[in-house]
């Protein structure tokens, strides 16, 4: 079974970000129509929802693949930012149990100081301003 589905995949598209993208905004689109219960707008939002899926499944199981990696590339060049600023929200989520990240009262750069070395004066690399802070 498991070669028969990849004979069939071969020389498919498969899935990238923009697809998995769809799917999970096509299944988060079907839930709200769901919780808004039987109106006109719950049935819009369902048959969006499932077009959003079904479009998902098409790129998946696509045979013109330079298409669907051009039509990749532009979706991840147009959400650069958006995704670059989770990233960076996740490491400074990380490193929070070991430093504390203060932000410079002139430039607003982020500076990175180890957590327990009680009151520090602060350089800021950047600007060269100094400040007090808790560690």
Known sequence: ??????????GRYGSDQLSKFLAVTGLAVVVVSVLLGNNPAALVF????????????????????TKRYAENQTFLTKTYKIRSFFQKQGNIWKQRK???????????????IPKGKGKIEVRCPKCGTTFIKKS
């Open 98 to 112: 070991i430093y504390h990240i203060y932000t410079c009262p002139s430039c607003r750069q982020k500076i990175r």
């Open 46 to 65: 369902y048959l969006i929802g499932w077009i959003l899926i079904i479009a998902s499944y098409a790129r998946i199981f696509s045979r013109n693949v």
């Open 1 to 10: 079974m498991k070669e028969r589905f990849i004979r069939f995949m071969q």
